[in-house]
T-cell receptor, first 114, second 111 residues
Framework: GAVVSQHPSWVICKSGTSVKIECRSL??????MFWYRQFPKQSLMLMAT?????????EQGVEKDKFLINHASLTLSTLTVTSAHPEDSSFYIC??????????FGPGTRLTVL | QKEVEQNSGPLSVPEGAIASLNCTYS??????FFWYRQYSGKSPELIMF????GDKEDGRFTAQLNKASQYVSLLIRDSQPSDSATYLC???????????FGTGTRLKVLA
């Protein structure tokens, strides 16, 4: 149980384009989903928290117009990186919480912006 | 600023030994603590969580929590080369479901 998937697992795009990443909870309904970013040799940094049907809450310093989050159902959240630039290249990881305190992580999406 | 601190390592232990990983946190109101294992290029995998003071054992893993000292640790018994990874300590912030992660400790188990 508690399986979270992400799609795509990796993506390469040109600077200025937008990229959408999907996060799905496969065998449970996710009360809350979280989006993290991890740069090489650094820890996970929380970008935003999203609850189904409501607007995401962004962490300080994260541009909500650049990182659009949609949590349309209890099993799906999407992160769209708009007008991506090389500095947005990173490992993006989502996690999902059912009812308890534990977060279960998706496999991550490696974004490379050329 | 709420913080979670870990020694970055690397911590090297011989195969079969006990690996001891430590984590301190600043938010005295924190109630939930988690250990994740992360292999290079992969996402974190939950190993254990602990909510109460004392020890919690699961197979070769033991989590220890001391809220008075704001300290949580992970012991790995009979360490195997496959345990070589970065171990992340995460603390759920009081009043929210958000985690704050430490920077992780890189563990190397030498065959």
């Amino acid at each position: 149980g508690a399986v979270v998937s992400q799609h795509p697992s990796w993506v390469i795009c040109k600077s200025g384009t937008s990229v959408k990443i999907e996060c799905r909870s496969l065998d449970f309904q996710a009360t809350t989903m979280f989006w993290y970013r991890q740069f090489p040799k650094q820890s996970l940094m929380l970008m935003a928290t999203s609850n189904e049907g409501s607007k995401a809450t962004y962490e300080q310093g994260v541009e909500k117009d650049k990182f659009l989050i949609n949590h349309a159902s209890l099993t799906l959240s999407t992160l769209t990186v708009t007008s991506a630039h090389p500095e947005d290249s990173s490992f993006y990881i989502c996690s999902a919480r059912e009812r308890g305190n534990e977060q279960f992580f998706g496999p991550g999406t490696r974004l490379t912006v050329l | 600023q709420k913080e979670v601190e870990q020694n970055s390592g690397p911590l090297s232990v011989p195969e079969g030994a006990i690996a001891s990983l430590n984590c301190t946190y600043s938010d005295r109101g924190s109630q939930s603590f988690f250990w994740y294992r992360q292999y290079s290029g992969k996402s974190p995998e939950l190993i254990m969580f602990i909510y109460s003071n004392g020890d919690k054992e699961d197979g070769r893993f033991t989590a220890q929590l001391n809220k008075a000292s704001q300290y949580v640790s992970l012991l790995i018994r009979d360490s195997q080369p496959s345990d070589s990874a970065t171990y992340l300590c995460a603390v759920k912030t009081s009043g929210t479901y958000k985690y704050i992660f430490g920077t992780g400790t890189r563990l190397k188990v030498l065959a």
